[in-house]
């Protein structure tokens, strides 16, 4: 199969003013605190739980340009059954070849190699394969291979599939804070390693030792992954956001390569919009 050139063009990573305030505003800093509070979080997601919430839907469909044509279902009972609505089958193909690893979800995607432990620095902080999983023989593993990072934002379908097939381990869940994941706060904190998160080890049948780690974010009350220890399907939904941009990371060894178009436009400084389902790998 031959590098799939895709026909969304790269998009540079913005924020907006309320952002900008929040992190860059010393009162907006103090503001900031507060919203990344678990209790926070729990009480926004209870809220939305609610029929009440329903009175928010329409604007949040009419802002973010959504087609409820394409999914399951309209008859929302609240808000949060809205933002992780589910897709109509075939609105999102599988690429069927046994030698496609596929893209876990919809996002923006950004490609790194990872060196030294180091997955890729942002002004003076630098991320690594430790501090995301905080267990050093597995980060180990991964030396020479590749980070993925597909950033969610509040209009993208927020469920998430596994990306090969294989067997998968527990589910690890690490404690953490609750940042954005927008671009502004990766410029001022290691938000991948502070923030609430969740990972397994998938042992997939052709490109050997996978891990999928789903990061919280700010007003994401909860990571909600389906299954414990299991046989997995490629393709096969392994969890759902509910509300909040948040953020799927692959980490796969150095044998096996992405596709180049993604690692130019990650060192131009864009991100490649991406659909769950499509290959992310170069020529296989």
Request: with cysteine; aromatic share 10%; proline share 4%.
């Amino acid at each position: 199969m031959n590098t799939v050139l895709r026909n969304p063009k790269p998009v540079k990573p913005q924020d907006g003013r309320a952002l900008t305030f929040l992190y860059k505003n010393p009162l907006g800093r103090i503001l900031l605190r507060l919203l990344r509070s678990k209790w926070i979080s729990k009480s926004v997601g209870a809220f939305l739980n609610t029929r009440l919430s329903k009175l928010l839907i329409n604007r949040f469909v009419e802002n973010n340009n959504i087609d409820l044509s394409e999914y399951e279902s309209d008859n929302f009972t609240c808000f949060n059954d809205c933002f992780c609505r589910k897709i109509k089958s075939g609105m999102r193909p599988i690429d069927g070849d046994e030698n496609a690893l596929i893209s876990p979800c919809d996002g923006l995607l950004s490609v790194y190699k990872i060196s030294s432990g180091t997955i890729y620095p942002i002004k003076q902080s630098k991320y690594t394969v430790c501090s995301l999983l905080k267990n050093d023989a597995l980060a180990d593993e991964f030396e020479g291979g590749y980070i993925y990072v597909f950033r969610l934002c509040v209009n993208h379908y927020h469920r998430y599939c596994y990306p090969a097939s294989g067997t998968k381990g527990d589910n690890i869940h690490i404690n953490g804070t609750l940042h954005t994941v927008r671009p502004i706060a990766l410029k001022h904190t290691s938000v991948f390693c502070e923030n609430s998160r969740e990972y397994t080890v998938i042992d997939s049948d052709v490109f050997g030792k996978i891990v999928q780690i789903e990061v919280g974010a700010m007003l994401v009350g909860r990571i909600k992954n389906l299954h414990g220890v299991k046989r997995v399907k490629k393709g096969e939904e392994k969890g759902m956001f509910l509300y909040g941009g948040s953020t799927v990371i692959l980490l796969t060894k150095g044998n096996i390569l992405p596709s180049p178009e993604f690692l130019k436009n990650t060192d131009d400084g864009f991100e490649t919009p991406v659909k769950l389902g499509e290959n992310l790998l170069g020529n296989i």
